[in-house]
């Protein structure tokens, strides 16, 4: 068989919201509290208790629809959606069917060849999340029902998604939206964010679906692209040795790199969705709606071009810049400080971010004020210290934050341009590198640079580096 696949994917994602309270109680939401301590009642789902919706949730809800060009239902349903499983303890998950509360979105990706992509958007709707079983301690099987209620917004594609890199890049775009929201903290090591993607393939240039099967549980953007390529490699292969793909849910183990079996696929009607009778439909109006548009912050692809337009600095600079909205807010407040875009963008992109990797903390973690790192780029570009010193100034300032002037004024670090004390320094250099000055002048370019290293340490690194550079060419050609 000489048939060619093309593979097809479409992605749910659960997003768990930043609310402080739970979706239909008033138990808290804060994770890592003991086991079964942030319960009550209702996300217990004790007979005759009632659920009320919490507000934020809709708002949430609504402003990631916004931001993701969905349009938004004035009206959507609650409905139950009924199985059995030890961590949900009402029998039922609560969550939204057949009218959800935004529908009909995309969002625009960039493929590698930098062309653009719309991703089209089913539907996004609220539900409760369930608890969570701990297996690993002890023989038993203990329940830990915190996570009961935690509200959730489940975000679903249209199968426009053709490969893992795709795939990659959707969830990458979808993060950096939910977190600039500021309704979702993006984690998904730590399960903030999950992931099921839904895998077929088909021969190539045909229009029709082919069977799909569904992986779960990977915990990270890479073991999602893993996965994706692994669930299309095995339907490719059993395929083309005669197999048929059945339609079924599949487990993804990161250790062994491979994706197994768990259970049949189910349908929805297995579930037996019907409204909730506790819950009335949810009214989103115009003036709601509106209020909320309103409170939607700058989204990160028109900052990224805002960036580059505002601030000339390259698409490349800009794109780093936005990726996360804190980094993007720290560059703004730099450039306060100083008018020199390229150069802030620079510091920031090279020696902030290190820093920030290395020490594994977030940028909102990072002491350095953007006021001061503007400071010490202005004392550059006014030519007070040399880049040079700027480098080692800047690991003093950092850990507390100490205003760079002053630092560099009780270090005595501040440049020196007076041509006189420069030249008093090469005339003493040159007379005691006879040999070097020989080979330069029998045309030995490099040891050019073995003369400004001398200048350089002979004034601790504070001589200016284009005064040093021509007064040196001067005399070595004399
Ligand atoms: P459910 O998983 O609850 O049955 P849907 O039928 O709405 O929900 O589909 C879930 C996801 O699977 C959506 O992202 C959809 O685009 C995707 N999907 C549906 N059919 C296929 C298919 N044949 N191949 C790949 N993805 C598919
Ligand atoms: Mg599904
Ligand atoms: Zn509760």
Redesign the pocket.
């Known amino acids: 068989m000489n048939t060619e696949f093309e593979s097809?994917?479409?992605?749910?994602v659960h997003a768990q919201l930043l609310t402080s309270t739970k979706i239909f109680c008033g138990c808290s939401t804060k994770f890592g509290n003991p086991p079964n301590s942030n319960v009550c009642p209702i996300c217990l789902g004790h007979p005759g208790t009632l659920p009320v919706l919490n507000k934020k949730v809709v708002e949430f809800a609504v402003m990631l629809g916004l931001a993701t060009n969905c349009s938004i239902n004035e009206r959507s349903i609650i409905a139950r959606k009924n199985y059995f499983y030890p961590d949900l303890p009402k029998g039922y998950q609560i969550s939204q069917f057949e009218e959800p509360i935004c529908e009909n979105g995309f969002i625009e990706i960039e493929l590698e060849d930098k062309s653009k992509k719309k991703i089209r958007i089913?539907?996004i709707h609220m539900e409760e999340d369930a608890g969570k079983l701990i297996h690993d301690q002890g023989d038993d099987t203990l329940v830990d029902l915190n996570r009961c209620g935690t509200p959730l917004l489940e975000i679903?594609?249209?199968?426009?998604i053709s490969n893992a890199k795709e795939a990659y890049s959707y969830l990458s775009s979808l993060k950096q939206i939910l977190t600039y929201l500021e309704i979702c903290d993006g984690n998904m090591e730590e399960g903030s964010l999950r992931c099921?993607a839904?895998?077929?393939i088909r021969p190539k240039g045909t229009i029709e679906?082919?069977?799909?099967t569904?992986v779960k549980n990977m915990n990270s953007f890479r073991n999602v692209e893993r996965a994706i390529d692994f669930e299309i490699e095995r339907q490719i292969e059993l395929v083309e040795e005669g197999g048929e793909v059945i339609q079924q849910t599949l487990l993804w183990n990161a250790d062994l790199n491979e994706a197994f079996p768990m259970r049949g696929?189910?349908?929805?009607h297995d579930y037996r969705y019907f409204p909730d009778p506790d819950l009335v439909p949810v009214v989103v109006d115009e003036i709601w709606k509106s209020e909320l548009e309103k409170r939607l912050p700058e989204l990160p692809q028109k900052r990224k071009v805002r960036f580059v337009t505002e601030y000339g600095i390259p698409e490349y600079d800009s794109e780093v810049l936005t990726s996360e909205k804190e980094i993007a807010d720290y560059f703004e407040e730099t450039v306060k400080t100083t008018k020199n875009y390229k150069s802030a963008s620079n510091w920031i992109m090279v020696d902030v971010l290190k820093v920030i990797k290395d020490e594994k903390i977030s940028i909102t973690d990072f002491k350095l004020s953007p006021e001061n790192l503007g400071k010490l780029i202005n004392l550059i570009n006014s030519n007070i210290i040399s880049g040079k010193i700027a480098k080692e100034v800047f690991p003093e300032i950092l850990k507390s934050n100490v205003d760079p002037e002053i630092i560099v004024k009780e270090k005595g670090l501040i440049q020196i341009s007076d041509t006189s004390e420069i030249e008093k320094a090469i005339d003493e250099i040159i007379s005691q590198n006879e040999k070097q000055v020989e080979e330069y002048k029998s045309g030995k370019d490099k040891v050019f640079g073995f003369f400004v290293g001398q200048v350089m340490r002979a004034t601790k690194g504070k001589a200016n580096p284009q005064i040093v550079n021509d007064l040196l060419k001067q005399k070595l050609s004399s």
């Open positions: 097809v994917i479409g992605l749910e089913k539907r679903v594609t249209e199968p426009d099921d839904n895998i077929s679906l082919g069977t799909r569904e696929k189910e349908e929805s």
